[in-house]
């Protein structure tokens, strides 16, 4: 098992950046597959980057070339850079794991079994 802890998030202007963080419990982080995932209001969950446990990384469309996900495995820590932000970014983020250390990433919410509480992205035109 493994709990996921977001930070980062706030509020910033669009064209501007942020860096979230998500910090992993447990001594087999290298074995999972992490996601970052977005929801805004009245919207469903969606993909916004995935990586695999040996880094291969795959992006929605909306967010190529803006945002960059990456993982520190000393570290228990899997990061996304969001350059160029813009309104239509402005979600609640959620880091997600699953146990899996093949070459396969994921795109699917229910693909997931561990969740972040999630953290508040505001991007203001």
């Known amino acids: 098992q493994v709990q996921l802890v977001e930070s980062g998030g706030g509020l910033v202007q669009a064209g501007g950046s942020l860096r979230l963080s998500c910090a992993a419990s447990?001594?087999?982080?290298?074995?999972?597959?992490m996601g970052w995932f977005r929801q805004a209001p009245g919207k469903q969950r969606e993909l916004v980057a995935a990586?695999?446990?040996?880094?291969?990384?795959h992006y929605a469309d909306s967010v190529k070339g803006r945002f960059t996900i990456s993982r520190d495995n000393a570290k228990n820590t899997v990061y996304l850079q969001m350059n160029s932000l813009k309104p239509e970014d402005t979600a609640v983020y959620y880091c997600?794991?699953?146990?899996?250390?093949?070459?396969?990433?994921?795109?699917?919410?229910?693909?997931?079994?561990?969740w972040g509480q999630g953290t508040q992205v505001t991007v203001s035109s």
């Open positions: 997600a794991a699953k146990y899996y250390s093949g070459t396969y990433y994921y795109t699917a919410p229910y693909q997931y079994a561990y």
């Open positions: 447990g001594r087999t982080f290298s074995s999972y597959a």
């Open positions: 990586i695999t446990s040996g880094g291969s990384t």
